[in-house]
């Protein structure tokens, strides 16, 4: 990494995880493979903070600790890379195996349970739904109509108020740092 540290995919253990390193591999890992529209790539830095706002906002009066569980819930892909759906199920239960190992150690290195509870994490899954029908509906090509079917019908209070934002990956990187650090100054 480039902090320095080592990191064993096949053990991760929670020491050899910083928070400058999975900023940094996520502002330039692109969503939807790069397949948007702007001048930068959509990243999963940018589409973590997204999810986190999403989730503050439906999820107002929940600790501080699960928002940061929100911002950290693609953290594996910082190492692993961001693979549509199909993909990972074609790589099979050994991708499910390895991103719940980094997850487990970067939770633990950030405070957090190694597993959160089903019930936040199913609203953080409603968050990140959201989030993809958004980037599918402001800058990846789809129609409303096709995004429903996909990531099924959404809030219109929330679709209306909320809006991609393209920015180049140190910005984002930068951004994703500082929301980490506010939460964690927050715990």
């Known amino acids: 990494m480039l902090s320095g540290r080592r990191l064993d995919l096949l053990d991760p253990t929670p020491v050899d995880i910083e928070i400058e390193d999975i900023a940094h591999g996520l502002a330039f890992v692109a969503r939807w493979n790069?397949?948007?529209?702007?001048?930068y790539?959509?990243?999963?830095?940018?589409?973590?903070?997204?999810v986190t706002e999403i989730f503050a906002r439906q999820h107002p009066k929940a600790p501080i600790?699960?928002?940061l569980a929100a911002l950290?819930?693609?953290?594996?892909?910082y190492v692993i890379g961001d693979?549509?759906?199909?993909?990972?199920?074609?790589?099979g239960p050994g991708y499910g195996a390895l991103d719940d190992r980094?997850?487990?150690?970067?939770h633990l290195r950030f405070g957090l349970p190694a597993q959160i509870p089903v019930t936040v994490k199913r609203q953080i899954k409603k968050a990140d739904k959201l989030s993809a029908?958004?980037?599918?509906v402001q800058i990846a090509g789809f129609s409303e109509a096709e995004a429903n079917?996909?990531?099924g019908k959404q809030d219109p209070a929330m679709t209306e108020s909320l809006q991609i934002r393209l920015r180049p990956p140190v910005a984002t990187r930068d951004a994703f740092t500082a929301c980490y650090e506010k939460l964690a100054a927050a715990l």
Do not use: C, N
């Not at 790069?34 to 001048?39: A, E, R, V």
């Not at 980094?102 to 970067?106: D, E, S, V």
């Open 34 to 39: 790069g397949q948007t529209k702007g001048d």
């Open 41 to 50: 790539a959509y990243s999963v830095a940018e589409h973590s903070l997204l």
């Open 65 to 67: 600790k699960w928002q």
């Open 72 to 77: 950290l819930h693609d953290a594996p892909e």
């Open 83 to 91: 693979m549509i759906s199909p993909v990972k199920a074609a790589v």
């Open 102 to 106: 980094l997850t487990a150690a970067i």
């Open 133 to 136: 029908w958004l980037e599918a």
């Open 149 to 151: 079917r996909f990531f």
